[in-house]
């Protein structure tokens, strides 16, 4: 099932490789797409089931949901995982 899911905290190509390569380890997920731009993360999931692990995995990478809180640490989170991904 193809779902789309748009996060807060998106803001470049670093971003996009370190999610791109923690969601690629899900299994039951293929075809990632992130869009900086829009601040979407597309994907194919499984089930209904991979797609909210999905959407937590995203958070713990301080990757929110536009529909969940963004504080002060959610917002630590996605600046390391940035790094990270500028790094790789």
């Given at each position: ?6 996060v ?9 490789k370190?999610?791109?390569?923690k ?6 997920v293929?075809?990632?797409?992130v869009?900086?731009e829009?601040a979407?993360v597309?994907?194919?999931a499984e089930?209904t ?5 999905v959407?937590?995995?995203l ?16 917002k630590?989170k ?5 790094a ?5």
């Amino acid at each position: 099932m193809k779902t789309s899911i748009i996060v807060q905290n998106l803001k470049c190509g670093g971003c996009a490789k370190t999610i791109t390569s923690k969601l690629s380890e899900l299994k039951g997920v293929s075809k990632i797409e992130v869009n900086n731009e829009t601040a979407s993360v597309s994907f194919e999931a499984e089930n209904t089931e991979v797609a909210i692990q999905v959407k937590e995995k995203l958070k713990t990478l301080g990757y929110p949901s536009i529909d969940d809180t963004n504080g002060i640490l959610t917002k630590a989170k996605s600046f390391v995982s940035c790094a990270s991904g500028k790094m790789k």
